[in-house]
């Protein structure tokens, strides 16, 4: 066996250059790149690594340089989301606080099920020199540090205390990251001794190394019984998910769709599963879903779940089903979402696959013609109320479902518009006419502010046209990765919607009775102890964001503002680089109210009369809400 004496820092890149993913007739590298930050954690060994390979083999392992560790692990997760989970990117941080700023990105990616490979330096294996610079100590336990924080956020997680362990450790992390099941975060701690240490690798590990995407497929007689369920049932609804998408199973579904009618209402992962003007498809569901969706499933006396976990957000906090006979089909690749909810008909297989043979299955099945027709009219009235939304009314500040829609009428059908905390990813999944499967790529597991920028980033490094919409509160967590993208060259289009605070917040503080405090940016009122009644704070961000070398259009309050938007947006897609284009909105004119409802519980006791009567209200709903979604054995018959 042929052996190389390296470190495992450059065992650890160069392994990595070497896997492939494999699904069906798709080909690619795992790990196409790496981004890091460097400091005295890893850049002696994963720094040097990529440095030395860099000058030998330019195309081995590329390099990018990021302004945050947060941001750098973003901006992986999108570019896994764009690649349907079959690639993603490593990241390497130094120790202690380096490390540590990746922690909000990998419990991104692990609640969304998506692939990040972390790297994060750890303190001294031989622990020589402890406590060397940014360690945490603890008194009652030698062996942590603060990377046993990851172990709770990730899929994998390992620390490679001797580099003898480097070999079983890489391919589990891979065995994971290319897992449809398992994905999610995976980290491995590379103590900062441990790096720089030789180790003899045998030339079998470096070469090329395939990983297949497993496609499960159903046994045979629980799809019969799955077909026999769903052509006795009278007004069944789809809720597809996000495995729609990573399974690749928008044709699929398009296909089953067409030919049984049963409506589709989609969450916000399952987005891109039908196009919006598909006829089955009823737009989005739950506590920010349409009247359509919403309505039919409360009466709606089976439920065919593919790709979905069945947050509170899908499920209106378990109020949107309100028939006594539903039951539930949960088709899911992970048996923990296939059995979510007390389902007796959890079917773990592939979603493609599944819908595949169910078509096959229920050639000669459609819904009543007049559940047919009752899906057509809650349609046709949802979108009748959105287009009357969508009017421009000129005002100096419009409302954020006008921006929407100005931005939607300059966009082309394969953008990608992106989004993650706030009121924008309400508004976006009720409004929103995506028009091709990967056209939206709203986070909404973790729903993490600062997310979305350098989401944007790796959508463009993914080959698509991102157009990122972002508060101006989103926008301050994290806007450093603009830098980035001007530095890189990389086209991202960011329209950044101004309203003085949190208006996400704002509102739902505003339905629980708190009267929208703290979620203004205002000067502190000195008599009133509160930043509630000073002054709006003067904050340019349109400056700030051209002091980080971006192009900047800045929208004028002006009559014309969502003409001017329309006008901004197309200039922006005709330029080679990236832009910002800022625009004031007014905080205070909603979107169409969808009918559905979240669970926040409201405080039972207070002083305050805009809470008490938020607290009758909220008795009132949550009568609604059910403890338990499945039926048992009853789902079955």
């Known amino acids: 066996m042929a052996l190389r004496k390296m470190t495992v820092g450059q065992a650890v890149v160069e392994f990595l250059a070497h896997q492939y993913t494999v699904d069906g007739g798709y080909r690619e590298r795992t790990i196409p790149g790496i981004f890091g930050i460097f400091g005295h954690g890893n850049v002696a060994g994963i720094g040097q690594a990529l440095k030395q390979f860099s000058v030998d083999s330019p195309t081995l392992m590329p390099y990018y340089q990021a302004r945050n560790e947060q941001a750098m692990v973003h901006e992986s997760t999108a570019f896994a989301r764009m690649k349907r989970r079959r690639a993603t990117f490593a990241c390497t941080a130094s120790v202690g606080p380096g490390a540590t700023n990746m922690l909000t990105g990998a419990a991104v990616a692990t609640t969304n099920r998506l692939p990040v490979l972390l790297l994060p330096s750890d303190t001294f294996a031989n622990r020589a020199s402890d406590p060397v610079l940014q360690q945490l100590e603890a008194p009652h336990d030698a062996s942590l540090s603060v990377n046993d924080a990851f172990k709770p956020l990730s899929r994998y997680f390992d620390r490679i205390q001797r580099p003898e362990q480097l070999f079983a450790s890489l391919l589990g992390a891979m065995r994971v990251l290319t897992d449809p099941v398992e994905t999610g975060a995976v980290t491995i701690a590379l103590p900062e001794d441990v790096q720089a240490e030789v180790i003899e690798v045998p030339e079998e590990f470096l070469a090329d190394r395939e990983w297949h995407i497993r496609r499960p497929r159903a046994e045979a007689a629980l799809l019969k019984e799955v077909a026999r369920v769903i052509s006795s049932a009278q007004q069944p609804l789809i809720v597809a998910g996000g495995g729609v998408i990573y399974s690749d199973a928008h044709q699929a579904l398009q296909d089953f769709a067409a030919l049984t009618k049963i409506p589709v209402a989609t969450s916000q992962a399952g987005m891109g599963s039908l196009n919006w003007d598909h006829p089955q498809n009823l737009g989005a569901i739950g506590v920010t879903g349409t009247t359509a969706a919403n309505r039919l499933a409360m009466e709606a006396d089976l439920v065919i779940g593919i790709g979905t976990r069945y947050s509170d957000f899908t499920t209106s906090s378990r109020s949107a089903f309100q028939n006594e006979k539903v039951r539930f089909v949960n088709i899911n690749i992970a048996s923990f979402d296939a059995f979510k909810h007390g389902s007796a008909l959890p079917v773990v297989a592939d979603a493609r696959e599944t819908l595949t043979e169910l078509t096959s299955l229920l050639s000669s099945f459609q819904v009543s013609a007049e559940y047919a027709a009752r899906v057509t009219k809650e349609k046709r009235e949802w979108d009748a109320v959105v287009d009357s939304a969508f009017i421009d009314q000129k005002r100096a500040l419009p409302s954020q479902t006008e921006i929407i829609h100005a931005v939607q009428s300059a966009s082309d059908a394969t953008d990608t518009v992106i989004c993650a905390a706030g009121s924008l ?123 980080l070398g971006i192009d900047v259009i800045s929208i004028q309050e002006s009559a014309s503002a969502i003409a001017d938007l329309q006008a901004a947006i197309t200039k922006a897609k005709a330029s080679k680089v990236a832009t910002l284009i800022h625009i004031n909105s007014d905080p205070l004119l909603y979107s169409p109210s969808g009918e559905g409802w979240w669970d926040v519980p409201i405080a039972s006791v207070s002083t305050l009369s805009s809470t008490q009567e938020a607290f009758k209200k909220y008795q009132q709903e949550i009568k609604r809400q059910r403890s338990l979604l499945g039926n048992g054995e009853k789902d079955k018959r």
């Not at 350098?454 to 994290?478: C, E, F, N, Q, T």
């Not at 060259?489 to 009775?513: M, R």
Request: aromatic share 10%; net charge neutral; glycine share 14%.
């Open 425 to 547: 990813p309400g508004d976006l999944h009720k409004l929103w006419r995506v028009r091709s499967p990967l056209g939206y790529h709203v986070e909404y597991a973790f729903s993490c502010m600062g997310y979305e920028i350098a989401a944007g980033l790796g959508v463009a490094r993914a080959g698509g046209m991102p157009i990122v919409m972002v508060g101006d509160g989103s926008y301050l967590m994290m806007h450093t990765e603009i830098v980035s993208a001007v530095a890189e060259g990389l086209k991202v289009i960011f329209v950044l919607i101004q309203n003085h605070g949190f208006a996400s917040i704002g509102h739902l503080s505003e339905d629980t009775g708190s009267q929208r405090f703290g979620t203004k940016y205002r000067f502190h009122d000195a008599r009133g102890n509160n930043f509630e009644s000073g002054k709006k704070l003067p904050v340019d961000l349109a400056a700030n964001a051209a002091t």
